[in-house]
């Protein structure tokens, strides 16, 4: 009996460590793939292209995108994260990095399911690219990276 219980605590305590790694993981790689300057643009430019493209608020008011502001920066209102799941087909991240440059440029580009498409462009210092993206640009000695961009309700997360 008591080995049952060993066996038992044992597997529990495997296991516990195991998800607590993964846990640990996936947050690092998280981080890694994204910057504060870079989160904080996409929210505000995702912030006005959305309130028109999405929620069909032209010129939309710091006040009527509040609801909007809050879900993209992690507390997800359900009917605005409804209404952009219906528009939004997907929003991808183009950084770009020309010789001899100290910074890059990124291309943010939101794409409607009607077939309908919008861009935005800022150029950003090179600290304030996300590491991996940095790391793709040296490993695969290229001028240009893609990433796919999720919205915060989106991104899996390990409890």
Known sequence: MSIVLAAVAAALLVAYIVMRSKKEKSSSEAQVDS??????????????ELAEGALGIPN???EER????????????????????????????????????NDAEVLLRVRYEDGKAST????????????????DFEK????RVFRTWTFPWSRARIF
């Open 35 to 48: 910057t504060p300057a870079l989160e904080a643009w996409i929210n505000d430019t995702l912030e006005i």
């Open 120 to 135: 935005a462009t800022k150029r950003m210092a090179w600290n304030d690219v996300p590491q991996a993206v940095r790391d």
């Open 66 to 101: 509040k609801r909007l502001a809050k879900s993209l920066r992690g507390e997800p209102d359900p009917d605005v994260v409804t209404k952009i799941e219906d528009k939004v087909r997907d929003v991808e991240l183009e950084y770009t990095r020309y010789a001899h440059e």
């Open 140 to 143: 695969k000695k290229t001028s």
């Open 60 to 62: 939309a008011s710091v």
